[in-house]
């Protein structure tokens, strides 16, 4: 058990920091804050001019939406480059437990969602005068908290099929866009014709938006529970199919001598 | 010249068509956010202003090629290996390099295509054009523009390790600052001044006034003439980048 653990933590900080290094300090800075800081501004300056809803539903949906830039992004990277990187193969000859594996790389991507969220929120408090309703706060944070996790178990999922598929970033970033479109980030579900609004209602961060943005109205956590745990049950779905995904592929490529081809 | 201006350019046009991110932020991505604007437009109170969200959105995919493609152009080539070929061959670097940054802004067409077809196809936008010979001078002088002003990207990033970091930073500031979907009318007064040096406002502004009944002539002089001031721009700091590479032996070194 503390084996397993140890490989939790120590091989999900491992992983993580192996990102940095190609990613400096400073693209690190541009793309995960500057990036969602001129979203949550264009989305909401956008918003004001159409007139179709209050700063507050813009600056919600897209605070929390940026942090599915570390779920989604990260957590394909932290699987899929295993693979592109060359190192899939000493991995998965070792005896380690592949639970522990591989939902320790999710740990420091939740961590990072979280941060990236806050500081889109914290800016949007300084910026565009944003204001959550008292003491909503803390709920908040529990909101956000579970729409990260259930977008890194999506990323999880997309970074699985990474370990098979020739080209995922391409399938991350039209993931990442469509997220926009469909979630309920910037148009509300019911404005959505019904198919789309369907397929919103299936993915990680709908469920979580929509109660996050009544937490901020001032509604209180337990009036928004079944919202929440909607979003953490899709999140518990994906987390599963990545999970399942990604032992699949680990046999089929043991099978077919293919784990590291393209 | 004439010769090697058009074979790299159509190259390089073909070439980025073949790339799936291209094609994902020249085509894909700009009908994404034309959506989402034609959706807010719509259960917002303005819905009769969708040729203008369809243009904007074109014009965005357009910025986001040319950021992409240009702000990584010198890079992309070190790391294919081809940057010394190209610096050792008798033709001026910058003759290489305009077609590659012209092709990256041209390829954003596709993206003003698409949230038209989009548009007309989803969501009943009208293609009704005032001037459709003064769009027809429009769209190119601006593609032409944007094309210069990524010599100018592709010319200055190459100086630090990580262009990818600006181009991720710089694509949404600009779709803001040029007035491409939200009116600068509605941004603190001193982002004007940014747009003003910026062709993306300009070239947006003749294609509207293109568009809806206007006089854009004005508009394409000015988009014209700063794209002969960032052709300047881009030969001077090419050539510096030049030098520096060839004195230090930095060309290869990324």
Redesign the interface.
């Known amino acids: 058990m503390s084996t397993s653990l140890r490989i939790f933590f120590v091989g999900g900080g491992i992983s993580y920091r192996a990102l940095f290094n190609w990613i400096s300090p400073g693209m690190y800075v541009t793309t995960m804050l500057g990036s969602p800081l001129f979203q949550i501004l264009f989305f909401t300056y956008l918003g004001r001019y159409a007139g179709s809803q209050d700063d507050a539903f813009f600056i919600v949906g897209n605070a929390i939406q940026v942090a599915a830039m570390a779920g989604i992004y990260g957590m394909t990277m932290g699987i899929a480059n295993e693979r592109q990187y060359g190192t899939l193969q000493p991995l998965l000859a070792t005896p380690a437990n592949r639970l522990a594996i591989f939902s320790g790389r999710a740990l420091p991507f939740i961590v990072n969602g979280l941060f990236v969220s806050t500081f889109g929120f914290a800016v949007s408090w300084l910026l565009l005068d944003f204001r959550p309703a008292e003491g909503s706060v803390p709920p908040l944070a529990f909101a956000v908290l579970v729409t990260t996790c259930s977008c890194v178990a999506f990323g999880m999922l997309i970074g699985s099929i990474g370990l098979r598929a020739r080209d995922v970033f391409f399938a991350a970033n039209l993931v990442y866009f469509l997220m926009l479109l469909v979630c309920g980030v910037n148009v509300a579900n019911e404005d959505l014709p019904g198919w789309l609004g369907a397929i919103g209602r299936c993915l990680p961060l709908t469920h979580g938006i929509e109660a996050a943005r009544e937490i901020a109205a001032g509604t209180p956590l337990g009036d928004v529970s079944g919202l929440l745990a909607t979003e953490a049950l899709i999140g518990i779905v994906y987390g599963t199919a990545a999970y399942v995904l990604f032992r699949v592929f680990e046999a089929e490529g043991r099978r077919r001598a293919s784990l590291e081809t393209y | 010249m004439a010769r090697l201006f058009f074979v790299g350019w159509l190259f390089h046009l073909k070439s980025l068509t073949q790339s799936?991110?291209f094609v994902?932020i020249s085509v894909?991505?700009p009908i994404?956010?034309a959506?989402?604007?034609f959706?807010?437009?719509?259960?917002?109170?303005?819905a009769g202003t969708l040729l203008y969200v369809a243009l904007g959105a074109g014009l965005m995919g357009i910025w986001s090629s040319t950021l992409f493609g240009s702000g990584g152009a010198i890079q992309w080539q070190r790391w294919q290996g081809t940057l010394e070929v190209l610096i050792a061959s008798p033709a001026p670097f910058l003759l290489v390099l305009v077609p590659l940054t012209l092709a990256t802004a041209s390829i954003g067409l596709y993206s003003i295509v698409m949230t038209l077809v989009w548009g007309r196809i989803f969501f009943g936008v009208p293609l009704d054009f005032a001037h459709p010979l003064q769009l027809a001078v429009a769209l190119p002088a601006t593609v032409v523009s944007l094309g210069l002003l990524g010599l100018v990207l592709a010319s200055t990033f190459v100086l630090y390790?990580?262009a990818?970091?600006?181009s991720?930073?710089l694509?949404?500031?600009v779709?803001?600052a040029t007035g491409l979907?939200?009116?600068l009318t509605?941004?603190p007064g001193w982002v004007e001044p940014i747009a003003w040096v910026l062709s993306p406002t300009w070239g947006m502004r003749a294609i509207r006034e293109a568009a809806f009944g206007g006089n854009a002539w004005p508009e394409i002089g000015l988009c014209v003439a700063l794209g002969l001031v960032y052709l300047a721009l881009g030969a001077v700091a090419l050539r510096n980048f030049e030098r520096l590479a060839r004195s230090r032996a930095t060309l290869s070194l990324t």
């Open positions: 799936l991110f994902l894909i991505q994404i956010f959506s989402i604007a959706f807010m437009f719509e259960s917002g109170s303005r390790r990580n990818n970091a600006f991720n930073l694509e949404y500031p779709w803001l979907l939200v009116p509605l941004l």
